[in-house]
């Protein structure tokens, strides 16, 4: 494993140590996570909007092939 050396603003600091302490593991391992979830998120842009839009597993899974669903496709809801 390779070494880098960084300079961090001062909360930052105070904060990884807080939590390494709470956590019991080295300030090193809290800031190799948060790396990794940093490169995670960003891989596309679904990861990136996830929590903005509605969850996949709610969406009927035929929305496309069933009439039924537009039926009142194209009215103002004033009108249905």
Known sequence: ?????????DPVFAEIA???KARKVSK???VR?????????SNSLWDRMEDLVIDRDTL???LSA???HL???GKSRTDR
Request: aromatic fraction near 4%; proline fraction near 6%; avoid cysteine.
């Open 66 to 68: 069933n009439k039924e």
């Open 71 to 73: 039926k009142n496709y």
């Open 28 to 30: 090193s391992e809290i």
């Open 33 to 41: 996570e948060r790396l990794s979830q940093g490169t995670r998120a």
């Open 18 to 20: 807080a939590t390494a």
């Open 60 to 62: 009927p899974k035929d």
């Open 1 to 9: 494993m390779k070494t880098l050396t960084v300079k961090l603003p």
